[in-house]
T-cell receptor, first 111, second 116 residues
Framework: DQQVKQNSPSLSVQEGRISILNCDYTNSMFDYFLWYKKYPAEGPTFLISISSIKDKNEDGRFTVFLNKSAKHLSLHIVPSQPGDSAVYFCAAEDNFNKFYFGSGTKLNVKP | DAGVIQSPRHEVTEMGQEVTLRCKPISGHNSLFWYRQTMMRGLELLIYFNNNVPIDDSGMPEDRFSAKMPNASFSTLKIQPSEPRDSAVYFC??????????????FGEGSRLTVL
């Protein structure tokens, strides 16, 4: 059973607007969470992370929010740009440096 | 610096044939992961090595799959015999387990396997 879930396989957003990608997890022992971005024919690349002791981490246009009580995290991209169009994977890391990934959300930012 | 290097980038084979995928992790990284990406399940962890030792192979689908890491700079994932349902993109990733949550999982470009 998947411990990290992304229930939206795709999302379409207009350029300049906000993109919100969601992720849920089941294991309360996870204490680091990450977002990866993947372009076609390339490997995933790290985007942003958050520790469970925080509820928000911001890096430029990208902000990750963590709600531990709900076991939910989200990635906000503001403003969205066409170059942000990619598949976004949510991931969680356990005490053994093992990473669990969600199934991904394909973001399409329309010009 | 070179990133994680995988070969081959593309492999087309017939059912029943043996397939070997190769990975060279980033120098100095002590953890190596094999993932499989499919449309249905996204990125699935197959096996994870730390300091060349397999730590968790619970994600390996069945006995047809095996992985080795004979030294710190090389790993293989073997499928024997291959089946059409093994068709997927296989990613190798490495990390330096010095700090957690620092996004230090680096992926290769993947090996796209097609089994006819």
């Amino acid at each position: 059973d998947q411990q990290v879930k992304q229930n939206s396989p795709s999302l379409s957003v207009q350029e300049g607007r906000i993109s919100i990608l969601n992720c849920d997890y089941t294991n309360s022992m996870f204490d680091y969470f990450l977002w990866y971005k993947k372009y076609p024919a390339e490997g995933p690349t790290f985007l942003i992370s958050i520790s469970s002791i925080k509820d928000k981490n911001e890096d430029g246009r990208f902000t990750v929010f963590l709600n531990k009580s709900a076991k939910h995290l989200s990635l906000h991209i503001v403003p969205s740009q066409p170059g942000d169009s990619a598949v976004y994977f949510c991931a969680a890391e356990d005490n053994f440096n093992k990473f669990y990934f969600g199934s991904g959300t394909k973001l399409n930012v329309k010009p | 610096d070179a990133g994680v290097i995988q070969s081959p980038r593309h492999e087309v084979t017939e059912m029943g044939q043996e397939v070997t995928l190769r990975c060279k992790p980033i120098s100095g990284h002590n953890s190596l992961f094999w993932y499989r990406q499919t449309m249905m399940r996204g990125l699935e962890l197959l096996i994870y090595f730390n300091n060349n030792v397999p730590i968790d192979d619970s994600g390996m689908p069945e006995d047809r799959f095996s992985a080795k890491m004979p030294n710190a700079s090389f790993s293989t994932l073997k499928i024997q015999p291959s089946e059409p349902r093994d068709s997927a993109v296989y990613f190798c990733a490495s990390s330096a387990t010095l700090g957690r949550g620092l996004g230090e999982l680096f992926f290769g470009e993947g090996s796209r396997l097609t089994v006819l």
